[in-house]
């Protein structure tokens, strides 16, 4: 069977994970606050009104073209790009396309930095094909101007770093969005994560830098979250109803 991303892929090892699907999303909302497009989610209304559902359908879209076979991957991602498309004609004009390279951008960065925090450092050869593989998913995207390769991508990621991002009174009401569905305490984790995997740039704008005990704490998860009840907390880390999405999201 023809797959879209083959089965002993460094892609598939990630994003079965649940401790990586929770990084990738939890630094991704941190990221996707100060974006200049951020007004975009705003039209919608829906990652504001339902910031965890949002993302969660977003992995889901993403394992539908990470573990299906490859056909069924594709029409997943012309949908995704219909979607899209609707947006656009409703608000009636389109989203830019360094938008869409920083969101496509930020899944490849944020999908080894929580690899790499939560398990081992990668290999450039494994870096490579994560770059690959997000590299097909845009161009079946058709995003234009794409990196052609990964030391491209890192000088064009550090470019628009600069360039794409800034705090506005649309990144506090995200913020505040995120805190009131998550709650005090979850909240102040998911700036824990923020914390740990935001470039340098973006924990400028936000002001959320390392504290001296956060490699403590991650040292400790990584050498116990394997061990009961360690191994459940995660899943304890959302609301209620989205916990058995989670674990559904998690492959053997």
Excluded at 140 to 150: F, T, Y
Excluded at 157 to 166: A, D
Excluded at 171 to 181: E, G, R
Excluded at 224 to 248: A, E, F, G, N, S
Aim: aromatic share 14%; with cysteine; proline share 4%.
């Amino acid at each position: 069977m023809d797959y879209f991303v083959k089965p002993d892929s460094i892609v598939r090892q990630i994003w079965r994970d649940a401790d990586c699907i929770l990084f990738i999303f939890g630094a991704s909302s941190g990221e996707f606050a100060p974006h200049k497009s951020v007004d975009w989610l705003f039209f919608t209304g829906k990652l504001p009104s339902d910031p965890i559902g949002r993302l969660f359908s977003t992995v889901v879209y993403a394992q539908k073209i990470i573990f299906e076979e490859k056909s069924k991957a594709e029409k997943t991602l012309q949908n995704m790009k219909n979607i899209h498309v609707g947006v656009e004609n409703n608000r009636g004009f389109e989203i830019p396309n360094w938008a869409y390279q920083d969101v496509l951008y930020m899944l490849i960065y944020h999908s080894m930095a929580s690899f790499e925090r939560l398990h081992r450092t990668l290999t450039l050869s494994e870096k490579k094909e994560i770059f690959e593989v997000f590299h097909e998913v845009g161009n079946r995207m058709g995003i234009s101007d794409l990196p052609k390769n990964l030391e491209d991508w890192e000088i064009d990621r550090k470019e628009n770093l600069k360039e794409n991002y800034q705090k506005t009174e649309l990144s506090s009401q995200l913020f505040q969005a995120y805190k009131t569905h998550l709650g005090s305490i979850r909240f102040q984790l998911l700036l824990y994560v923020q914390r740990i995997l935001l470039p340098i740039e973006l924990k400028r704008l936000t002001g959320n830098f390392s504290s001296p005990n956060h490699n403590i704490l991650m040292y400790s998860y990584k050498r116990t979250k394997t061990y009961w009840p360690i191994h459940q907390l995660k899943y304890y880390l959302l609301p209620k109803k989205y916990r058995k999405t989670l674990k559904d999201l998690v492959r053997s």
